[in-house]
Nanobody, 125 residues
């Protein structure tokens, strides 16, 4: 059974850091692209970053590039999102998701078919 479980969210002051984890079970992360998405209250879900399977290429949306880093630990079957220099506008529920087989790697949400339950990130003083 495919499952993704996020953790690591919380309340942090502006300028602070958090590391989100996405633990996968039922499949090998090395075979799939994993994306991180976020949804703030009243806003649409947006793609944040992805890491591809065996090629390990990465991509970031402009607003987080240089502040966020995505990585993968194959031994733990876990993807991480290290978030530094956090801003209030980063406040959202963060989700990880698995790209559907055969889809071009992107941050187009409909191309992802397995989602975690989300973890809340709040950046506030």
């Amino acid at each position: 059974q495919v499952q993704l479980v996020e953790s690591g969210g919380g309340l942090v002051q502006p300028g602070g850091s958090l590391r989100l984890s996405c633990a996968a079970s039922g499949f090998s992360l090395n075979d799939y692209t994993i994306g991180w998405f976020r949804q703030a209250p009243g806003k649409e879900r947006e793609g944040v970053s992805y890491i591809s399977g065996s090629a390990s290429s990465t991509y970031y949306r402009d607003s987080v590039r240089g502040r966020f880093t995505i990585s993968r630990d194959n031994a733990k079957n876990t993807v991480y999102l290290q978030m530094n220099s956090l801003k209030p506008e980063d406040t959202a529920v963060y989700y990880c998701a698995r790209l559907k087989t055969g889809y071009f790697t992107s941050l187009w949400a409909p191309a992802y078919n397995f989602w975690g339950q989300g973890t809340q990130v709040t950046v506030s003083s």
